[in-house]
């Protein structure tokens, strides 16, 4: 069973693991993780590795999978934390374990998830109360668990350069905006919730791109959105696009962003279909008022009539 003090992407969260220091970019540390060290792997097993879309994205090309096939093969089911917001995270093996971790290692480490990448080096934001519009404050931090003997390795870093090798900066770039439109529905607490059309279009996004692919351009999405032909060939021939264009979309449709132009048609069609809604109740409401009325009159008329 997976360890329940993990994060979003796998760093424990016990405050005991973390050293109570904060770090920057050019903070040095010393850590390396190799074959040679005891305790090669043993990071592998009993942890939530949380999928962002650009994980799946790498992972299921270089499987050569569909997206329906990875996430039937390799991934479960979860919420992603403290919100309501559905995704995946990596489905481990009987003992616990990675499904794609060997005694030789890690057997898909080029494309390996981000929350492998960022161990044992965390990163956190934080906003001023009241402040929400300025940049949050930047630090790092560093997780330290009893078994973990790559610290005790004389090879020496800057949290830069560390970032750097681990491929962590391109992750960064890649999941952004999915980060922000997670840590946006976190701030709202659970007394709003997702409602169910919400919570599957963003798991659509999250972990289909094909078949939010499909939904773009085989429903009536491209009669309502005005789209440039530029974009739509990018988001036809380039799945990172496409991803991007995802996320914009959820932005707008779950939080109100104006990241895509309605047409202006469509926008009419609503407002004129408003108006005769309205009209439409006003004259119900004219005729049941009308027929209270005349209900009234022939109940005084027989009432009149029996005196």
């Known amino acids: 069973m997976a360890d329940k003090n993990t994060t979003m992407f796998g760093q424990d969260k016990n405050p005991s693991n973390i050293i109570p220091t904060k770090y920057t970019l050019d903070s040095k ?3 390396r993780c190799h074959p040679g060290v005891s305790c090669f792997t043993a990071c592998c097993g009993n942890i939530d590795i949380v ?16 997206s329906d096939e990875f996430l039937l093969r390799y991934t479960t089911p979860i919420f992603v934390e403290k919100t309501d917001m559905p995704g995946v995270k990596i489905h481990l093996d009987q003992e616990g374990r990675c499904p794609f971790v060997t005694e ?6 080029e494309d390996r998830p ?4 960022y161990y044992p080096i965390g990163m956190a934001n934080f906003h001023q109360a009241g402040d929400e519009g300025a940049d949050a404050e930047k630090f790092f931090f560093v997780v330290k668990e009893p078994h973990c003997k790559g610290h005790e390795e004389d090879k020496e870093w800057t949290i830069r350069e560390w970032r750097a090798d681990q491929g962590v900066d391109i992750c960064d770039d890649m999941n952004n905006e999915w980060m922000q439109l997670v840590m946006r529905r976190k ?12 919570q599957k279009m963003f798991f659509m996004v999250s972990t289909n791109l094909e078949k939010f692919k ?16 530029e974009t739509l060939e ?10 991007f264009f995802g996320l914009k ?8 962003a104006k990241t895509l132009k309605i047409k202006d048609e469509k926008i009419k069609a609503k407002v004129a279909k408003m108006k005769n809604s309205q009209g439409d109740r006003e004259k119900e409401a004219e005729k049941v008022y009308n027929e209270l009325l005349a209900d009234r009159d022939a109940l005084m008329k027989q009432m009149n009539e029996k005196k």
């Open 51 to 66: 999928l962002t879309p650009f994980d799946i994205l790498r992972l299921r090309k270089l499987l050569n999978l569909s």
């Open 187 to 198: 701030s709202y607490g659970f007394q709003a919730s997702l409602s169910e059309q919400g």
């Open 104 to 109: 030789a290692g890690c057997t898909i480490y």
């Open 214 to 229: 499909s939904f773009v351009f085989e429903s009536s999405f491209l009669d309502t959105y005005d789209i440039d032909a």
């Open 29 to 31: 540390i010393k850590f």
């Open 234 to 243: 990018k988001i036809k021939n380039d799945d990172i696009e496409l991803m």
């Open 114 to 117: 981000s929350a492998c990448r």
């Open 249 to 256: 979309y959820l932005a707008g449709s779950l939080f109100g």
